[in-house]
């Protein structure tokens, strides 16, 4: 998992646990969790991401990723 707006990258996602539609996702390292449940479209997961006492909404969703470009010489 990323967290861009933190600059901290490939944090470890040690625990999934689906029982659709329900997903958790567990990151001990950062003391932090994710509760969400999948969309009928199967393509975003609404949920609340905790760490310590913080907690907020966030929405995972999937998005196509860019096809590299050929470099130019």
Do not use: H
């Amino acid at each position: 998992m990323d967290s861009p707006d933190q600059k901290v990258f490939n944090l470890p996602v040690q625990r999934v646990q689906v029982e659709i539609p329900d997903v958790q996702l567990g990151l001990p390292n950062i003391m932090a969790q994710y509760t969400g449940r999948l969309g009928t479209d199967g393509t975003v997961i609404e949920g609340v991401f905790t760490q310590g006492t913080a907690s907020f909404p966030m929405r995972l969703q999937r998005q196509a990723l860019d096809k590299p470009t050929a470099a130019k010489r």
